[in-house]
């Protein structure tokens, strides 16, 4: 990727779901994202939650992110 020259990007919102923390529902969703769009540049997250299991500990992470593509 050159820098320095104009570019266009577009932001989409994706939700990554993962047992193994929050570095790992951020990867899920980036993953999952890059077999459907191309080109993708960054990310940022937008919200964290997750889900509280009978037993009082944390069972699954819940990142919103928005990842950026640059348009063609």
Known sequence: M???KGRTYKKVEVIGVSSAGIEGAIQQAVSRAQTSLEKLSWFEVQDIRGHIGED???SEYQVVIKVAFELK
Do not use: E, N, P
């Open 2 to 4: 050159t820098y320095g």
């Open 56 to 58: 009082g500990k944390v």
